[in-house]
């Protein structure tokens, strides 16, 4: 569960993505160097992507600007002039990640065709599927799958691109992902599946999506977090309302004792607290608690 009140932002293309980075005294279901490897993919395609023609080298754009911005004519005459197609920036980055991050389609298959590799990745460990399902785009998602990129690649972490559709709420994505054969169930490092992080979205669509491939609403992951937990931080009361539809046990306690109805207090989810409001805390949190001040005094 992303669950701290200190808050990385980073608007990526569309506008999307608020990242919360888990305090000290709990656990992140999204380690640190996941989000950092994820803001970076956002950060890479927003600066190029957003740089105006107008701005670019008066001698030409060069590979990955005119990747980014889609010109399709000068990334031919740039390929034509001998630049090699997958020749990263200092990041790591390559054309094809660039053109897959901004939704160029058209683009990302002409780098296909001359010989871009859809399996090279960057200094943290992110192709450019990642870019394209971090940029939300299912064209070329496909595109990328289709050249053989894997649909289940790891990146730091443990997340799939899968569990990368589920956190933006990108259901189109995601469902591509799937047919393509992706695995619902692989987990993280924290043992969670892509639906704790669908939990969190603000499209309820993408919670249908994984449900209907059979993942669980009542599992728990290390800490003993359930998907409810995720909605109750970052999620709507739609989203919780069809997890506790599917199953999910509003009672259920982590670790720390806390239930989804305390997390949703604690955030000031509202729409949550009202959902949850009639549950009574169980026996079990009280014992938690009771246990906790013990061994405090």
Known sequence: MLSSKEMVNHTGLKGRSTFQVAAPAEAAAVPWLCLVAVVLVCGAISLLAARPREALPADGPSLLLASAAGDAVDVRRILDAGVEVDEPDVTGNTALMYAAGSGRREVVKLLLSRGASPHRT?????????????????????????????????????????????????????????????????????????IWYAAGAKDEQIIKLLLAVGLSARGTDRNGQTPLHDAADRGTARGAALLLDAGADPAAVDRFGVTAADTARRVGNSGVVSLLAPVPRPAAHAAVVRTGAAAEG
């Open 122 to 194: 960057n200094l943290s460990g992110a192709g450019a599927l990642r870019f394209a399902v971090t940029g939300g785009d299912a064209g070329c998602t496909a595109k990328l799958l289709t050249a053989g990129a894997d649909p289940d690649t790891v990146a730091v972490g443990g997340l799939t691109p899968l569990m990368v559709a589920a956190l933006y709420g990108h259901a189109d994505v995601a469902a591509v992902l799937l047919d393509a054969g992706a695995n619902p169930s692989r987990i993280n490092e924290e043992g969670q599946t892509a």
